[in-house]
């Protein structure tokens, strides 16, 4: 018997992904991992990271769909065996780079402020909807100042009940300068404004 040698030859099995490495089924897998390659699959879709950007991401995955600490991530993904690491700042850098990769495969990283990150799933439209709206995605240059429209924007968006993420999202802003006026303008919207 002929063995296959790329995933396409492999005729598909029901309720099974392939293992992009190894080519074998997977029954009742949702993601699938490859430490060696750096690569994440969800379905037929697969993508490659970097070596610290795959050890980020697999972790939020085994924590999946549990939330994933701060103080958890650090320890297990950027502390050395000698107990030291570059600045926490850094785990924040390496979630903005990741965030579109993974939603080329129906995963987004949900910020819970002041504990860590979760991984939910989505689907395909909303999660390449992310992926466009992205700050990565932006054209050099694009860096924009707040305005008096951006705050009725935003107002009307909080108005529409939409978290921070969605506004960032849909405001093509980054995520932090969101948040901030979104905590600004919230006492407003209460005042009934």
């Keep these: 018997m002929l063995q296959a040698t790329t995933a396409e030859e492999i005729p598909a099995k029901r309720n099974s992904m392939i293992c992009p490495c190894c080519l074998q089924f997977v ?16 379905g037929d879709k697969t993508i490659k990271l970097t070596r610290r950007q795959f050890k980020l991401a697999k972790y939020l995955l085994d924590c999946f769909p549990l939330l994933a600490t701060k103080e958890g991530i ?6 050395d065996e000698h107990g030291e690491g570059p600045g926490m700042k850094i785990m924040d850098v390496i979630i903005c780079h990741i965030r579109p990769s993974l939603a080329e495969v129906g995963l987004i990283i949900e910020t819970v402020w002041g504990k860590g990150y ?13 992926k466009d709206r ?3 995605e932006r054209q050099l ?11 009725d924007q935003l107002l009307d968006l909080m108005r529409r009940k939409m ?8 405001m093509r802003m980054p995520y932090m300068t969101v948040e901030r006026h979104y905590r600004k303008l919230a006492p407003l919207l209460e005042a009934g404004r």
């Excluded at 978290?163 to 849909?170: G, R, S, T």
Aim: proline share 4%; aromatic share 8%; net charge negative.
């Design 27 to 42: 029954e009742g897998a949702r993601f699938l991992t490859d430490p060696v390659n750096n690569l994440i699959t969800n």
């Design 74 to 79: 650090y320890d297990n993904v950027f502390m």
């Design 118 to 130: 979760k991984i939910v799933e989505a689907d395909p439209s909303e999660a390449l909807l992310i």
């Design 134 to 136: 992205s700050i990565r």
């Design 141 to 151: 240059g694009a860096h924009r100042r707040w305005s008096q429209e951006n705050d």
């Design 163 to 170: 978290k921070i993420a969605q506004c960032a999202a849909i």
